[in-house]
């Protein structure tokens, strides 16, 4: 579990407590419900990570909902992720955090593909060898914080956990021309451990 599920579930289970106290049972019920699904949604496992060269993998867990391509060629994989998945993120490559861009945005529903574009976020660029990868940390309706625990200069090995996005959100992966997308649209993946795709 990361450190800021304690900001949350923490004023929840003393609020149920005093609830409780004032033999107000259903309102603490319902705050000790809400603290163990914060806990739960803060949760933070540890992922086999693959082993190979050139391989590149999934920074969030969820579901891809689009695959689309750029005009230079560029790929950019969308994975949306509910409430109920695991929102802690991770580099999709082993390479050095070259920029840290934040944008400032406006909070639409994050399965919505406009998203992508309008919503605040965050924008990590990562220089491996032989490839760039950029991943945005993308807020969506409900969710109103993207966090990056890396600055740029920092060196990332392949799931190394880089940063969260509280309560449903999305992430972008941007591979280039040359890298071969290996996921379709619907497939479900995990952070760290799902193959997006590969490189030469």
């Not at 920074?59 to 802690?88: C, M, W, Y």
């Not at 390479?95 to 400032?104: F, I, P, V």
């Not at 090995?157 to 040359?178: K, M």
Request: with cysteine; charged share 20%; proline share 4%.
């Amino acid at each position: 579990m990361v450190s800021d599920a304690y900001k949350f579930a923490i004023p929840a289970v003393a609020l149920g407590i005093l609830c409780a106290l004032a033999h107000i049972t259903y309102a603490a019920v319902l705050l000790f419900i809400l603290a163990a699904f914060i806990c739960y949604f803060f949760r933070n496992p540890d992922r086999a990570i693959p082993e190979g060269n050139n391989l590149v993998v999934s920074p969030a867990d969820g579901k891809v909902v689009r695959i689309s391509k750029g005009t230079d060629g560029e790929q950019t994989i969308s994975i949306f992720l509910s409430i109920f998945n695991v929102h802690v993120n991770r580099s999709p490559i082993s390479g050095e955090l070259k920029q840290l861009e934040y944008k400032r945005g406006r909070f639409k529903a994050a399965f919505d593909d406009e998203a992508s574009r309008v919503n605040e976020q965050n924008v990590l660029t990562i220089q491996g060898q032989g490839i760039r990868v950029i991943v945005r940390q993308i807020a969506g309706l409900i969710a109103r914080r993207v966090i990056c625990w890396k600055r740029p200069g920092y060196a990332l090995q392949r799931g190394e956990r880089i940063g969260l996005i509280r309560f449903g959100s999305r992430v972008d992966v941007v591979l280039p021309a040359h890298a071969i997308v290996l996921v379709n649209v619907g497939d479900r993946v995990k952070g760290g451990s799902s193959i997006l795709g590969e490189h030469a």
